[in-house]
């Protein structure tokens, strides 16, 4: 009850503002109350005696509170269970933070981890500082190679797709630029990017390589996986071309009709309506499922994982198997 209050309340707040600030305040409010009322009263504790225990890390879209990515992989992997570290509002520097304050400063936590047969950091995050992707690559770097260094085995999931015409990060030009700071964050991830292009002048004055645990040891990209509005109307081409001049790629009028085409195709870019949940950031549990089964397609043999179990799983109150 008090989750289907706190997102109606969200509902209402953002029905009487103007998008996408005051959505997005009303969104990370709803989202931090449900949070700490879902929040166990000693952290650290884990319940079962699965061999391998998951820990999962990331902004909002992690914390999702009706049937979460870590809740869906819990029920189709039988030899894992997972525990929920994400942070509402969470970029680059809050994630080391979080890392650092909630997990590896958790003696608890650590102690039940290291007993265990292994343990994982499970990550999806980074969209909350999309706005500088090299220091979001810089602080993501800094904290997968914290948790290598404490034991844990990293596995990341890439950003989904959003955007919608109604936020201006996305209006005319500024869709594509806000479109391949997302792409550079994942190519990241992915481990498809150097330092050099990766981290940008955050990467001046180190190893041209990467170093130990920067770069997750297990990645799944989630950009394909069928969350995109691929079929989404282009937008006008006459409209693009006109005010091509006055965009921030003006200086590159010799790609204008790669650009061009590239600007008409940013609502193919984001996250399809069907899977949005009460924004065109947040997936929905159908899309969360559609994360995890991405995941347990790529997860290790250890996990124990069923995938054919989970595409017949459902939310309902709590992950369980569908008609």
């Keep these: 009850m008090i989750h289907r209050t706190l997102r109606d309340s969200a509902r ?14 009303a969104a ?3 989202l931090s109350l449900v949070a700490a009322a879902s929040r166990p009263a000693i952290a650290g504790q884990f319940k079962t005696q699965r061999p391998v225990r998951v820990v999962v890390l990331g902004g909002s879209i992690s914390m999702y509170y009706k049937g979460n990515y870590g809740q869906f992989l819990e029920y189709g992997c039988k030899n894992i269970e997972v525990i929920n570290r994400a942070k509402v509002g969470a970029g680059g520097p809050a994630l080391v933070k979080r890392l650092q304050t909630e997990i590896l400063g958790n003696k608890a936590l650590m102690g039940e981890l290291k007993a265990a047969k292994e343990f994982w950091l499970l990550f999806q995050g980074g969209l909350n500082s999309v706005w500088s992707p090299w220091m979001t690559n810089f602080h993501l770097a800094k904290m997968f190679a ?12 890439s950003l989904t797709p959003w955007g919608d015409d109604s936020d201006k990060r996305f209006r005319g030009w500024e869709g594509v630029w806000t479109h391949r700071a997302t792409r550079k964050i994942n190519a990241y991830l ?22 130990k645990g920067e770069v997750p ?13 691929k079929d989404a109307k282009l937008r006008e081409k006459a409209a ?19 650009l061009v085409e590239e600007a008409r195709a940013v609502p193919r870019n984001y996250l399809d ?11 929905n549990s159908e899309g969360h499922k559609m994360m995890a089964l991405a ?5 290790p043999a250890s996990w124990g994982c069923d995938c054919k179990r989970l595409e017949k799983a459902v939310w309902k109150g709590k992950v369980v198997e569908g008609k």
Excluded at 190 to 206: E, I, N, S, T, V
Excluded at 243 to 250: E, L, P, Q
Excluded at 273 to 279: E, I, L, P, Q, S
């Design 217 to 229: 040891d297990q990645a799944v990209d989630l950009w394909d996986i069928g969350l995109r509005d």
């Design 273 to 283: 309506k069907r899977y949005r949940d009460f924004d065109h950031i947040h997936p």
């Design 240 to 258: 693009l071309e006109a005010s091509f001049a006055k965009s921030r790629f003006r200086k590159e009028p010799k790609n204008k009709a790669k």
């Design 28 to 30: 990370v409010l709803a």
């Design 146 to 157: 914290a948790a290598k260094g404490a034991g844990f085995r990293t596995f990341a999931l």
């Design 12 to 25: 209402r707040v953002a029905a009487r503002t103007r998008p996408p600030k005051m959505l997005a305040l």
């Design 295 to 299: 995941a347990c397609r790529r997860a």
């Design 190 to 211: 992915l481990g498809k990017l150097q330092p050099d292009a990766a981290l940008g002048r955050y990467g001046k004055d180190r190893p041209h390589e990467w170093m």
